[in-house]
C-alpha cells in the first residue's frame, strides 16, 4: 500500500495576505517615526523662537529699565538725539522718543554729567514692519558731534546674512511699546505726557523662520514683559 504524504509549505493565498499584513505593520511602524520626527522638529523650532525672544526681551527691559538714570542729579542732560544739542524738551529726561513702534531712552551710565559721551548711553529700539524685525541703534554725542551705530538688526531677519534662520517679528497691529503712568491707565497723549510714565510693556509677535512639518505654517508665538523704569519718576 502506498503512504500519502501532506503537502508541506504555505498556499499563495497564503503568502500574499503575510505579505498585505506585513506591508501595513511597516506603514505603521514609517508613519510612527515620520510623525515622531516631525513633532519633535516643531518643538525644537518653538523653543528656538521663544529663547531668542525671551532674551530679546530680557536685554531690551534691562535697558530701558535705566532710562533716565542722572545720578549726579546733573540739570540740561538730556540731548536731542536727532542733533545732539541739548533737547529743548528737558521734563521729557530720559525718554525722548515714546511711540508704539520706537522708543529712544537715555541715560547717563558713566556717571560723567553727560549724556552720549560713552557707548550705551542713548538707544533707539525701532520695529522695522516690512522687513519683520526689530532694530537697536546706538548714538554717541561727543562735544556735540553726532555718531550713530545705525539700526541694527535686534531681533529678525539679517539683510547681510540672509542664510542665519532666525525668527520674525510679525506684530503687526499689536504696538511694540505701550505706556502707562502711576495709577496703571495706559498713556495715549504723546509725547507730551512722556513724564507721567511709570511703566512700559513691551510685546513681541514672532514666528519662526520654518514651517511647522505638521501644519505646513510657521509657528506664531507672543510674549511680553513689562518695565518699571524707576529713575524716570524721580524728581529733581
Known amino acids: 500500500m502506498k503512504k500519502s504524504y501532506g503537502a508541506g509549505g504555505f498556499t499563495l493565498v497564503e503568502l500574499v495576505m503575510a505579505l498585505v499584513v506585513g506591508l501595513i505593520l511597516l506603514a505603521a511602524v514609517w508613519s510612527a517615526v515620520v510623525a515622531g520626527q516631525r513633532s519633535s522638529v516643531g518643538i525644537e523650532r518653538k523653543v528656538t523662537t521663544g529663547q531668542d525672544a525671551r532674551a530679546a526681551l530680557e536685554i531690551m527691559g534691562a535697558e530701558i529699565r535705566m532710562v533716565s538714570f542722572n545720578p549726579l542729579y546733573a540739570t540740561g542732560l538730556w540731548v536731542d538725539p536727532a542733533g545732539c544739542g541739548q533737547a529743548a524738551n528737558q521734563g521729557w529726561r530720559g525718554i525722548q522718543e515714546a511711540a508704539a513702534s520706537s522708543v529712544t531712552i537715555e541715560m547717563d551710565l558713566d556717571p560723567d554729567g553727560l549724556c552720549g559721551s560713552s557707548g550705551n548711553e542713548i538707544i533707539r529700539y525701532a520695529y522695522d514692519a516690512p522687513s519683520k524685525r526689530i532694530t537697536r541703534e546706538t548714538i554717541r554725542c561727543a562735544a556735540g558731534a553726532r555718531t550713530s551705530s545705525g539700526a541694527q538688526p535686534f531681533l529678525g531677519p539679517i539683510p547681510s546674512n540672509p542664510a542665519v534662520r532666525t525668527p520674525r517679528v510679525v506684530n503687526g497691529v499689536v504696538p511694540l511699546f ?50 518699571m523704569p524707576r529713575n524716570h519718576g524721580v524728581q529733581f
Open 178 to 227: 505701550r505706556y502707562y503712568d502711576g495709577r496703571g491707565a495706559e498713556i495715549v497723549n504723546l509725547p507730551s505726557e512722556i513724564p507721567r510714565i511709570r511703566r512700559i510693556e513691551i510685546a513681541l509677535v514672532v514666528e519662526s523662520s520654518d514651517t511647522d512639518p505638521r501644519t505646513g505654517e510657521p509657528r506664531r508665538m507672543t510674549f511680553s514683559t513689562s518695565v
